[in-house]
Nanobody, 122 residues
Framework: QAQLVESGGGLVQPGGSLTLSCAAS????????IGWFRQAPGKEREFVAA????????YYADSVKGRFTISRDNAKNTVYLQMNSLKPEDTAVYYC???????????????WGQGTQVTVSS
């Protein structure tokens, strides 16, 4: 079965950095992009960034451009989200999902995992 497991969240001060991991298994990644989404308390889930599995083309939401970097390790079937210059407004639960490579920001799987919490606070 398809499985995506997020990890790496934690508490960090504003301006700090954190790297998240998304381990994928149970499905063929070659035909997908993998994306990160986040949901802050009281807000809707929003797209953050995505990476095409083959080729590595990336796409970012305007709110994180220049601060976040998405990458993947093909051998480990893992996608990373390196977050720099973190702001309090980045505080959210971060989720990963396969995304449609034609639209970049549309999740493929209807179910979401537990996500990993990122809290940016002094």
């Amino acid at each position: 079965q398809a499985q995506l497991v997020e990890s790496g969240g934690g508490l960090v001060q504003p301006g700090g950095s954190l790297t998240l991991s998304c381990a994928a298994s149970g499905f063929t990644l070659d035909y997908y992009a993998i994306g990160w989404f986040r949901q802050a308390p009281g807000k809707e889930r929003e797209f953050v960034a995505a990476i095409l599995w083959n080729g590595g083309r990336t796409y970012y939401a305007d709110s994180v451009k220049g601060r976040f970097t998405i990458s993947r390790d093909n051998a480990k079937n893992t996608v990373y989200l390196q977050m720099n210059s973190l702001k309090p407004e980045d505080t959210a639960v971060y989720y990963c999902n396969a995304v449609n490579p034609l639209t970049w920001s549309t999740p493929v799987f209807g179910s979401w995992g537990q996500g990993t919490q990122v809290t940016v606070s002094s």
